[in-house]
C-alpha cells in the first residue's frame, strides 16, 4: 500500500511474555520513528532511525524495549517481559530524509497493545 | 536541540465560536513547523506545515496558522469551530535542513461544545 501499515493492529497478552510489533514505512522514506500513546495521553518518543545513522533510542524507557531496522525497510519494536504499564497505542511513522524540504511524518494506525 | 511548547493541555470553546491554539518553540537554527491531528480512536493527520514563504499558512478544514519569528510562535487558529473539529491538536518543529528528530509539544484537546 502507500502508507505506513502497522501490525498486529491489535494485540492482548499476559503480564510477562514477549511482543512484537511491526512498521513497514512508506517506500522511500529513510526516517522512521516510534512514538507510545497512553490512553488520554500525547505522544511520548521512544526511537528513531535515521537511513544508516545509529538510531537515536534516548526515548526508550527501559532495557524492555528494543527495536530493530533493516536497511530503510521494515522495523520491530520488542516489548520483553511485558508489564501492565506497557499498556498503549505504539505509533510509527515515517519521513523523507530531514535534509530534504519537508520533514512531514506520515503514521500508521497504530498497534494496540493491552496488558492483562 | 529544538523544544516545542503547547500550554493549554484542554480548550473548551462553543460552536461555532473562534478557537486559537498556542505553539511556542525553541530552536537556535531555522525550522519548519506543523500542526497534526488527532480524532477520537484515529491516528495523526497532517494539518498544516510552514516550511518557508508567507507567514500565513492555511490547513485543512479551515484550520490556518501563523509563523512569527520574533516571539517563537506558530499558533493555530479557526474564525469558527464545529463539533467534528473536537479533537487533539499536536504542534511539532524539525530543524531544516539538518537531520535531527521531529520534537512534538504535548498536545491540545479541542472540545467543542454544542
Known amino acids: 500500500g502507500a502508507g505506513v501499515s502497522q501490525s498486529p493492529s491489535n494485540k492482548v497478552t499476559e503480564k510477562g511474555k514477549d511482543v512484537e510489533l511491526r512498521c513497514d514505512p512508506i517506500?522511500?522514506?529513510?526516517?522512521l520513528y516510534w512514538y507510545r500513546q497512553r490512553l488520554g495521553q500525547g505522544l511520548e518518543f521512544l526511537i528513531y532511525f535515521q537511513g544508516n545513522s545509529a538510531p537515536d533510542k534516548s526515548g526508550l524507557p527501559s532495557d524492555r524495549f528494543s527495536a530493530e531496522r533493516t536497511g530503510e525497510s521494515v522495523s520491530t519494536l520488542t516489548i520483553q517481559r511485558t508489564q501492565q504499564e506497557d499498556s498503549a497505542v505504539y505509533l510509527c511513522a515515517s519521513s523523507l530524509a530531514p535534509g530534504m524540504r519537508t520533514g512531514e511524518l506520515f503514521f500508521g494506525e497504530g498497534s494496540r497493545l493491552t496488558v492483562l | 536541540a529544538q523544544s516545542v511548547t503547547q500550554l493549554d493541555s484542554q480548550v473548551p470553546v462553543f460552536e461555532e465560536a473562534p478557537v486559537e491554539l498556542r505553539c511556542n518553540y525553541s530552536s537556535s537554527v531555522s525550522v519548519y513547523l506543523f500542526w497534526y491531528v488527532q480524532y477520537p480512536n484515529q491516528g495523526l493527520q497532517l494539518l498544516l506545515k510552514y516550511l518557508s514563504g508567507s507567514t500565513l499558512v492555511k490547513g485543512i478544514n479551515g484550520f490556518e496558522a501563523e509563523f512569527n519569528k520574533s516571539q517563537t510562535s506558530f499558533h493555530l487558529r479557526k474564525p469558527s469551530v464545529h463539533i467534528s473539529d473536537t479533537a487533539e491538536y499536536f504542534c511539532?518543529?524539525?530543524?531544516?535542513?539538518?537531520?535531527?528528530?521531529?520534537?512534538f509539544g504535548t498536545g491540545t484537546k479541542l472540545q467543542v461544545i454544542p
Open positions: 511539532a518543529v524539525i530543524t531544516s535542513g539538518g537531520y535531527q528528530k521531529v520534537t
Open positions: 517506500s522511500g522514506h529513510t526516517a
